[in-house]
């Protein structure tokens, strides 16, 4: 069973300039998450999506949104790119929301954001 | 809101021995679940345990178990016989049931703990 796929693997941006991430869940995943991780701020959580549709967002700024489309991959794209967006994002995916549901997050490679 | 702070920025052990790593956590709730997770250089989360609160018995996976003292909200990770292959940036974690009813299913993430494996 092939995990979550991320791309690209890194990414090199100047400031201004915008950034778009992608992430494939694992099959049958229809939940979507997209967390930052600046170097040590660890984790912090960004977006999260499910059935196409954005559920919760952590506390960023609206340059910061995203999508999931009908095959439940999702994008994040940030605008107006600043050297503080320099970090690892990390995508993961879980079995679908209900009340009382515990799937457990799994997690992509990460794209790498530079931003020179 | 909740918290998750690991003490430890770095942690070393020699091989075959016993490493534990810390975690301490704030919330105001009563029904919450925690998790470790690590990830070594190749940057992929991997899951390592889970532990739901309501439960009083430590989870155990293999060399890896906890040690969740629910009123002092502390949730450490016990590794045991360390093996080169543990060597990574450890992550503690917790995530709201109450989230989970709401849908929010986020996850708080601790800052991370670097442990190195000394051969």
């Known amino acids: 069973e092939a995990g979550v796929t991320q791309s690209p693997t890194h990414l090199i941006k100047t400031r201004g300039q915008q950034a778009t991430l992608r992430c494939s869940p694992i099959?049958?995943?229809?939940?979507v998450y997209w967390y930052q991780q600046a170097l040590g701020l660890g984790l912090q959580f960004l977006l999260w999506?499910?059935?196409?549709?954005?559920?919760n967002r952590g506390n960023f700024p609206p340059r910061f949104s995203g999508r999931q489309f009908p095959n439940y991959s999702s994008e994040l794209n940030v605008n107006a790119l600043e050297l503080e967006d320099s970090a690892l994002y990390l995508c993961a995916s879980s079995l679908a929301r209900r009340p009382y549901s515990n799937q457990p997050q799994h997690f992509g490679d990460g794209t790498r954001l530079s931003i020179l | 809101a909740q918290t998750v702070t690991q003490s430890q920025p770095e942690m070393s052990v020699q091989e075959a021995e016993t490493v534990t790593l810390s975690c301490t956590y704030d919330t105001s709730e009563s029904d919450y679940y925690l998790f470790w997770y690590k990830q070594p250089p190749s940057r992929q989360m991997i899951l390592v345990i889970r532990q739901e609160a309501y439960k009083q018995q430590n989870a155990t996976e293999n060399r890896f178990s906890v040690n969740f003292q629910k009123a002092a909200k502390s949730f450490s990770l016990k590794i045991s016989d360390s093996q080169l292959g543990d060597a990574a940036m450890y992550f503690c974690?917790?995530?709201?049931?109450?989230?989970?009813?709401?849908?929010?299913?986020?996850?708080?993430f601790g800052q991370g703990t670097r442990l190195t494996i000394n051969p």
């Open positions: 099959s049958g995943h229809t939940s």
């Open positions: 974690a917790y995530r709201s049931l109450q989230s989970i009813i709401q849908g929010a299913q986020k996850l708080v």
């Open positions: 999506y499910d059935e196409g549709e954005e559920r």
